[in-house]
């Protein structure tokens, strides 16, 4: 759940990027490619990035102009000139940063000595770019409370340091192109909150920012490392395990590296996570006035969008701000950033909602802070607009995402059953990664046996797959002949499907015959669940089965691929029932939404059945991974 604040106030906000910005053709003297593989892969990133300038702290040379410290110090500087507010008035500094000049002491004690502050407590939180918000966090709940009146939260990143020549030399530069993809994606930066127990004007605008609501959720035990510095390339060895610096220098270990093909699984989770938090009522986004959402390219913009009006949730984009092309991506300083100069460019009215969104693809973790425009003490608010809160009391939910009231209304007769769906599969997902079997993928354990015994478990489930569908089918009445004939289709297209999974559990080496081939536990239950609802009269919550199972194929069948594929020593022949799935399950999915929308328009009532439905298959279906 969301952390809810009462008395947490924005009062200060100030940035810092240091010298002048650098376009796309200057930014060669810093990090120059040095041949023309290099070059080619630098216009690719930078055609879809969509970042035109940023800072850097380095000279053309390579030399450090400015500290990692530095930099925090002069936003914190800034931050406080908007509060008109002195040092000695803070009593907490709490600093998120990817690392900061030296590996110990905190950044946040080494930035406390830069400023010359005063005794103070200190946070460090280190990470990526979630690692900001932390920051706020922890000082947004000192605040409350009550355990300091007024604290400091900053971002601060100095990225470039990694990425100047002499790290790339002539022998180096042919290392994976994972190496190479940060090197035109990240810049340098920082940007400081002053956080207070009351609404103290920042600047002269009369305004300040009460912070509503922060949650963030982290799904490190699902996924595989996805950016990362101080592991080699195969994740296999820390840089501390080598016998010395430049040893571990020359393995690549401390190259920061970004597993392009891990990336869109942090929007995944991120959407999902977003619509869950709808569904439980926090987040209204028709009364959103201001998105700021933090992405690493302008490539993603339109994914999130399109993800976000799929799920009903869309927020116009006319409220969306982000300030990528002209700052480029500064990690856990971005939002921070962001939001100091949304505020000094967009004159924002009391009673504006502004909503943060923050994706971090480290090891996969979603962030939110959700904002009100309040006026300060002494100021006159603006006239705005009765309006409801973001937040509303668990009472309410019920009224935020009502029932359909007309058949012919598309959007509102599917919105309530999309976002429920959405909520349930953000607990299945990450509940099928953490099973033991995907475990073994993602820490690079799995083998051809292990491969042998998941497909050997699949193989009887997937055979009944197109029998439940055409049980239910036959179980429909008149009213639902169309939906029949789709799922009799659909049934049509997968009754083989079968054969390609156990011709794959031969070429990996099984030998028992396919109808020796047993279900295990959960697979038994999940089969007996869905024969039995298929035997009911009008079972029209199977939709909700599909949704799952074919989710499944299209968001983490994908997935899977690239791991079996550099775990295990088959051909691609080998991997044709996942291959398939992979690319058509999408499809599937589109003509499953076209059915829902068929039985909903006939009735309406069966959207709690698709919903309870897809809850327990997730369950069994998540039991038949564990049991593998």
Aim: aromatic share 8%; proline share 6%.
């Amino acid at each position: 759940m969301p952390t809810a604040y009462r008395s947490a106030y924005i009062t200060g906000l100030g940035h810092y990027l240091p010298g002048e910005p650098i376009s796309n053709d200057e930014m060669d003297a810093y990090v120059a490619p040095l041949n023309r593989a290099s070059q080619r892969i630098k216009q690719r990133i930078l055609a879809e990035n969509g970042i035109h300038t940023r800072h850097y702290a380095i000279d053309p040379g390579g030399e450090t102009r400015e500290s990692h410290a530095h930099l925090a110090a002069q936003a914190i500087r800034a931050c406080l000139s908007s509060a008109s507010s002195a040092l000695d008035t803070v009593s907490l500094l709490a600093v998120g940063s990817s690392g900061g000049d030296a590996l110990m002491p905190g950044f946040a004690n080494m930035i406390q000595g830069e400023l010359g502050a005063p005794p103070m407590q200190t946070l460090s939180s280190q990470g990526i770019c979630v690692a900001g918000v932390s920051a706020l966090e922890f000082a947004a709940q000192a605040v409350e409370l009550g355990s300091h009146s007024q604290a400091l939260a900053v971002g601060v990143e100095l990225p470039s340091r990694l990425f100047k020549h002499s790290r790339f030399g002539p022998s180096g530069y042919n290392i994976d192109f994972d190496a190479h993809f940060l090197r035109w994606m990240l810049s340098d930066g920082a940007g400081a909150c002053l956080v207070s127990h009351a609404p103290a004007a920042i600047g002269s605008s009369g305004l300040a920012l009460q912070l509503k609501w922060t949650h963030q959720k982290s799904f490190s035990g699902d996924y595989p490392v996805c950016m990362q510095l101080g592991l080699t390339h195969d994740r296999s060895k820390s840089f501390l395990d080598f016998a010395t610096s430049a040893e571990a220098e020359a393995a690549g270990a401390l190259s920061l590296r970004q597993d392009i093909r891990l990336l869109p699984h942090v929007f995944d989770v991120g959407i999902h996570e977003y619509v869950k938090l709808a569904h439980e009522g926090w987040i209204a986004p028709g009364q959103v006035d201001h998105f700021l959402c933090h992405y690493s390219s302008a490539k993603f913009a339109p994914v999130i969008d399109d993800l976000l009006e799929k799920a009903g949730l869309r927020i116009p984009q006319e409220r969306w701000y982000s300030n990528l092309s002209t700052r480029g991506n500064t990690g856990a300083a971005s939002i921070f950033v962001m939001l100091a100069e949304w505020f000094a460019t967009r004159a924002p009215k009391a009673g504006d909602t502004v909503l943060c969104f923050i994706p971090e693809s480290g090891r996969m973790t979603a962030a939110f802070m959700c904002f009100e425009v309040v006026p300060a003490h002494g100021a006159l608010a603006k006239p705005s607009a009765p309006k409801a809160t973001v937040a509303p009391p668990p009472q309410l939910l019920p009224e935020t995402f009502a029932a359909p009231h007309a058949a012919d209304s598309g959007g509102d007769v599917l919105r309530p059953v999309l976002t429920a769906l959405a909520s349930a599969w953000q607990d299945y997902r990450s509940r099928v990664w953490r099973a033991p079997v995907m475990q073994q993928l993602v820490h690079g354990r799995f083998n051809t046996e292990a491969y042998q015994r998941w497909t050997a478990n699949w193989v009887p489930q997937v055979r009944e797959g197109s029998k439940w569908m055409r049980e239910g089918a036959a179980s429909l009445d008149s009213r639902f002949i169309p939906l029949a004939a789709l799922i009799g289709q659909h049934a049509g297209e997968e009754q083989n499907d079968f054969q390609i999974l156990y011709e794959d559990y031969l070429a990996a080496g099984g030998q028992m015959p396919i109808d020796q081939l047993k279900r295990n536990p959960g697979g038994e239950a999940l089969n007996a669940y869905l024969h039995g609802l298929a035997a009911t009269p009008n079972p029209l919550g199977l939709l909700g089965a599909i949704y799952i199972i074919e989710g499944t194929g299209q968001r983490i069948v994908p997935a899977l691929l690239p791991l079996l594929r550099a775990q295990v020593d088959l051909p691609a022949s080998a991997f044709r029932f996942l291959a398939y799935h992979g690319a058509n399950d999408e499809h599937h999915l589109e003509r499953w939404l076209q059915a829902v929308k068929m039985v909903l328009e006939i009735e309406p009532s069966a959207a709690d059945k698709i919903v309870q439905t897809a809850r327990h298959t997730a369950q069994l279906y998540a039991l038949q991974f564990e049991s593998i």
